[in-house]
């Protein structure tokens, strides 16, 4: 069980393209899914708690504008990086969450990597 | 502010041996901490999760350990495998927001057959 899957796994784009990212969890409902970038050899950085039907949540220092999230249903979230730029080639990873008592676990897709030429 | 360490130098054993993997925490108490596994290129893996008037957890060849007084939780792989190579890592809740994790850079792990 909880498994969360992410479309596509990787995506190769020129500059000033925009890229949809899809996260979907397939055997639980999820009310609140989470966007992460990770660079090389660095920590999972958050970059914004995505909550069905209503507007994401950014961390601070990250773009809305540049990174649109959309959480229309209990099982699926997109991230769409509009204008791509070099800069924002990463490994992009979304994480659905699942209440326990008194618990919060967060389980993960696969990751979506994006390179911006 | 709150935050987690975990062994900075990649662990290198040996088939067979138990590995043992250590997270710290300060300033704060966390309710619970979970721990994961990442492979490279992959998402994060959820393996366990410990609560803090649990002072073990166990599921197979893992193990789990919170210690609140030390504000430590040990990590343990008994009978390691080369395929249990990774990095692992330990993720409390958040104090502001618990819906939020707290990440660290892990701690790579690497079974040499």
């Known amino acids: 069980g909880a498994v969360v899957s992410q479309h596509p796994s990787w995506v190769i784009c020129k500059s000033g393209t925009s890229v949809k990212i899809e996260c979907r969890s397939l055997d639980f409902q999820a009310t609140t899914m989470f966007w992460y970038r990770q660079f090389p050899k660095q920590s999972l950085m958050l970059m914004a708690t995505?909550?069905?039907?209503?507007?994401?949540?950014?961390e601070q220092g990250v773009e809305k504008d540049k990174f649109l999230i959309n959480h229309a249903s209990l099982t699926l979230s997109t991230l769409t990086v509009t204008s791509a730029h070099p800069e924002d080639s990463s490994f992009y990873i979304c994480?659905?969450?699942?209440?326990?008592?008194?618990?919060?676990?967060?389980?993960f897709g696969p990751g979506t990597r994006l390179t911006v030429l | 502010s709150q935050k987690i360490e975990q062994n900075s130098e990649a662990l290198n054993i040996q088939e067979g041996k138990t590995a043992t993997l250590t997270c710290n925490y300060t300033n704060y108490s966390p309710a619970y901490l979970q721990w994961y596994r990442q492979d490279p290129g992959r998402g994060p893996v959820f393996l366990l999760l410990?609560?803090?008037n649990e002072k073990e957890k166990r599921k197979e060849r893992l193990k789990v350990t919170f210690d609140t007084t030390l504000k430590q939780s040990l990590f343990h792989i008994t009978a390691s495998q080369p395929a249990d190579s990774a990095t692992y890592l330990c993720a409390p809740p958040n104090a502001g927001n618990n819906r939020k994790l707290i990440w660290g850079l892990g701690t790579s792990l690497a079974v040499n057959p």
């Open positions: 410990i609560r803090e």
């Open positions: 994480s659905a969450r699942a209440t326990g008592f008194m618990t919060d676990t967060q389980y």
């Open positions: 995505s909550n069905e039907g209503s507007k994401a949540t950014y």
